[in-house]
């Protein structure tokens, strides 16, 4: 039960204010990633705002909820094959989002992301967002483990 | 000046709720998207909590910008090429957000879009986010005018 560990926003960021993902930030989405064998979950509940139109969940939060957990299933899977003790600091190079049909925003949705490909700095993550068991709308994208210097680089 | 007219917005969807694009969702983002020429172009103010990290734009925020704007720019276009009086509803089929480099969060961004391919329900938009005169991210996306049964039907 992934619900029962702590997240990797938790234990990694816990000052992070990131739309997204920062536990941090009191008007985001605070998104829980969470490992779970060779895949990172989270599970999240809309608010009522953050719907496109009535029951239906925006594109734009679907691909925020995607893009900040597939970041952090990359940050993991770089952190794994280095052998290091804490994420890299790793930022979006591109993100491709398919919304395959509706998806209800009146109760939780399931995250779910998986490095595909994981080479030097940066990984390939393929993720889904799934609500009421059907998968709405998935997710491929690249994510890059910055390097000193960037503005990013402290980011957790 | 794109700001003196009145957005597609403001007069197709007032009462929409949209968290990127509804004028009656206070707790979202509001955009105002005005064609100008060819174009479709929004100027938006980020707020303190729609960052990444410090001074720098959530690319989950910026993919949201451009979904929504995109989507009106193909509702725009369709509109057009129907020669209709309204634009239909719209929906985003999938959307692919490249981020070029940080995009600073300290003030205005610009979205500008324009539809490069118009055909049957659909329309292509290709997309720029801009800021302190640097693309930070491009996005290309697929939007599609739904049948009437479908939920977003009367969405605006």
Same mark, same amino acid.
């Given at each position: 039960m992934p619900e029962r560990t702590t997240s990797l926003q938790d234990i990694y960021a816990a000052q992070g204010v990131c739309f997204g993902c920062g536990p941090a930030n009191e008007c985001g989405l605070r998104i829980k990633s969470r490992?779970? #064998? &060779?895949? !990172?979950?989270?599970?999240?509940?809309?608010?009522?705002?953050?719907?496109?139109? &009535? #029951? !239906?969940? +925006? #594109?734009?939060?679907? #691909?925020?909820?995607? @893009? %900040?957990? +597939?970041?952090? $299933?990359?940050?993991?899977?770089?952190? *794994?094959?280095?052998?290091? @003790?804490?994420?890299? %600091? $790793? !930022?979006?190079?591109?993100?491709? !989002? *398919?919304?395959? *049909?509706?998806t209800p925003a009146g109760g939780p949705v399931t995250l779910s992301a998986r490095a595909v490909e994981v080479k030097g700095d940066r990984a390939i993550v393929e993720a889904t967002l799934e609500a009421e068991g059907k998968v709405g709308a998935t997710c491929r994208g690249t994510f890059v483990a910055v390097k000193p210097g960037h503005p990013a680089y402290h980011r957790w």
């Amino acid at each position: 039960m992934p619900e029962r560990t702590t997240s990797l926003q938790d234990i990694y960021a816990a000052q992070g204010v990131c739309f997204g993902c920062g536990p941090a930030n009191e008007c985001g989405l605070r998104i829980k990633s969470r490992p779970q #064998g &060779e895949n !990172v979950v989270a599970i999240w509940t809309p608010e009522k705002h953050h719907e496109a139109f &009535e #029951g !239906v969940l +925006s #594109g734009g939060i679907i #691909g925020t909820l995607l @893009d %900040c957990h +597939s970041n952090w $299933t990359a940050a993991w899977a770089l952190m *794994r094959a280095a052998g290091a @003790d804490h994420p890299p %600091c $790793t !930022v979006t190079a591109e993100y491709h !989002v *398919r919304l395959l *049909r509706p998806t209800p925003a009146g109760g939780p949705v399931t995250l779910s992301a998986r490095a595909v490909e994981v080479k030097g700095d940066r990984a390939i993550v393929e993720a889904t967002l799934e609500a009421e068991g059907k998968v709405g709308a998935t997710c491929r994208g690249t994510f890059v483990a910055v390097k000193p210097g960037h503005p990013a680089y402290h980011r957790w």
